[in-house]
């Protein structure tokens, strides 16, 4: 059995227009109300795993953290300078010790960045804060971090790739399972929104429940309707084909998604109205012990 809790990381504020591409303000405005700097609300949500089969804590994904120096911080709407990963970890009774893994779905840092401890005044060079943990990520997708093309070298942390390496518990998943995880773990690979992009389907094979991790495929709800995607989207009709295979399977599955960008949900249904239009169903803000 594995138990799944959603964790809150470090929210941040990015610009309305490049989140929703080529939707106009006037309608993704309704969606995600902006601020006076036109910058719209994101959660960089984790979700912490007890794979209680084999004893072990794991994290999907890391959150953006709070790495960045004050500058920085601003620039990409960060809020709080304090981890907030770690310490939404710690009311749950989780000390970064006992993680044993982490599954990335990629290295861009609002994912990735949580990794990294936070940013202090004449702090030395970054460690990273799951000091036993293994680090999964795509093999396609650490390659694109390491050779980045110039639309996406800026979203990449130099520093966070060379300690993952050093670390020698980088483990690189090309295929569908893993042996170290398990059947419990199950992976899908997308490209629209970057190459080698790495979704994890949670819940045994043989289960009649599982559930889907996103990723930047479908950061939250208004990205479920086909046509919306991102500014930050490397091949954006490609992404458009692979969210309408996704969510037809998670259908026809009943598989639930795991939003790691939605503000205010964390987890959903699929639905599908007379148009063909996909959308949300049950959505839940949180998830707290929810057993598969």
């Known amino acids: 059995m ?3 809790h959603s964790v809150e990381g470090n929210r941040q504020r990015l610009d309305g227009g490049a989140m929703y591409g080529n939707v ?24 912490l795993i007890e794979d209680r089969h084999r004893g072990r804590r794991l ?3 890391a959150g953006i953290g709070a790495f960045f120096e004050p500058k920085l911080r601003d620039r990409f709407g960060v809020e ?4 907030r990963l770690l310490l939404s970890l710690a ?5 970064p010790e006992s993680i044993d893994a982490v599954i990335l779905s990629h290295l861009h ?4 960045g949580g990794l990294l401890g936070a940013w202090r005044p004449g702090g030395g060079p970054g460690e990273l804060v799951f000091p036993r943990a293994r680090f999964f990520c795509g093999a396609r997708a650490w390659e694109r971090a390491r050779q980045p093309h110039l639309r996406d070298r800026a979203s990449f942390i130099p520093e966070l790739l060379e300690l ?3 670390s020698q518990r980088l483990e690189l998943i090309s295929g569908e399972e893993n042996a170290w995880l398990g059947p419990d773990f199950r992976f899908h690979i997308s490209d629209g929104h970057t190459p080698g992009l790495l979704l994890t389907e949670l819940g045994s094979s043989s289960g009649s429940e599982s559930l889907l991790f996103c990723g930047d495929l479908i950061p939250g709800r208004p990205w479920m309707h086909l046509p919306v995607t991102m500014g930050y989207d490397r091949y954006p009709e490609l992404l458009i084909d692979e ?12 598989t639930r998604l795991l939003f790691t960008h939605d503000p205010g949900c964390a987890l959903c249904a699929v639905s599908r109205d007379a148009t063909g239009r996909f959308g949300p169903r049950e959505p839940q803000p949180e998830v707290r012990a929810l057993e598969l």
């Open 80 to 83: 709080d300078a304090e981890h």
């Open 59 to 61: 994290l999907l994904e």
């Open 109 to 112: 840092f609002d994912h990735a």
């Open 91 to 95: 009311a749950l009774g989780v000390t």
């Open 2 to 4: 594995i138990v799944i």
């Open 164 to 166: 993952l390496e050093r």
């Open 24 to 47: 106009p303000r006037a309608l993704w405005a309704t969606w995600s109300p902006p601020d006076e700097r036109n910058r719209i609300e994101l959660a960089c949500r984790a979700f």
């Open 243 to 254: 969210k309408q295979r996704l969510l037809t399977r998670c259908l026809e599955r009943d």
